[in-house]
């Protein structure tokens, strides 16, 4: 089983630097572009299955990546962003942050993040994100292989959902959850599953956004 993480492409919120969370925000125009230039790198693959958060910004961008093909989009809550809280809709500019702040550590040392009142702390989010892979791999991918890459399963989502996905699939410690690579929008994140040797990283920073057309 091979599966194909893309973070949903620019919102509003993204543009203006504020934390959004499970606040649902649509897509600028430039989101919608950023989508549709990830769906036509992707045109020539053959998936299976697609899944999505139920946001708006992640669903929006796994109809314009889906486009043509066969088969529903599939949502499921556990796919949908990390929670801040009361921090939701705060502007967040890394440069001129407090040290103290509970967004820059989330984003520095994500080891010594505590979420504010309604948050949900960063070792929650791999839980659930866990919940997910172990899920899919028990209705996908018991008898897969990586040599045969079947099924192929798309999932869109959100940055730090998807980091929350790679940390549960690698095993990575909290410390190593943005592992220097930022989660840009639409970037994609490939990696195989096989039922007796278990996950494997294939590419941790696809950018489709940029006009990459990926080929398995």
């Not at 909290?174 to 930022?182: E, G, T």
């Amino acid at each position: 089983m091979r599966v194909y993480l893309v973070r949903h492409g620019q919102t509003e919120w993204n543009a203006a630097h504020k934390m959004q969370g499970q606040s649902d925000i649509a897509l600028t125009d430039l989101g919608r572009q950023q989508a549709t230039t990830a769906g036509l790198g992707l045109k020539d693959m053959v998936f299976d299955y697609c899944y999505s958060s139920p946001l708006q910004r992640a669903y929006h961008t796994a109809q314009l990546i889906w486009g043509e093909r066969l088969g529903a989009i599939v949502t499921d809550p556990r796919l949908m962003e990390i929670s801040f809280g009361a921090d939701e809709g705060r502007v967040f500019e890394r440069e001129t942050a407090d040290a103290h702040d509970p967004i820059y550590l989330f984003f520095n040392q994500p080891e010594r993040y505590v979420p504010v009142a309604g948050g949900e702390s960063i070792p929650q989010l791999v839980e659930r994100a866990r919940s997910f892979l172990t899920d899919l791999c028990a209705q996908h991918g018991a008898a897969a292989t990586a040599s045969e890459l079947t099924p192929r399963i798309l999932i869109v989502a959100h940055g730090a959902l998807i980091k929350g996905l790679t940390v549960a699939l690698t095993g990575r410690p909290i410390a190593r959850f943005w592992n220097d690579i930022p989660p840009i929008n639409c970037a994609m994140v490939v990696a195989d599953y096989d039922a007796t040797s278990g996950w494997t990283l294939v590419n941790e920073c696809v950018r489709l956004a940029d006009g990459v057309t990926w080929h398995d």
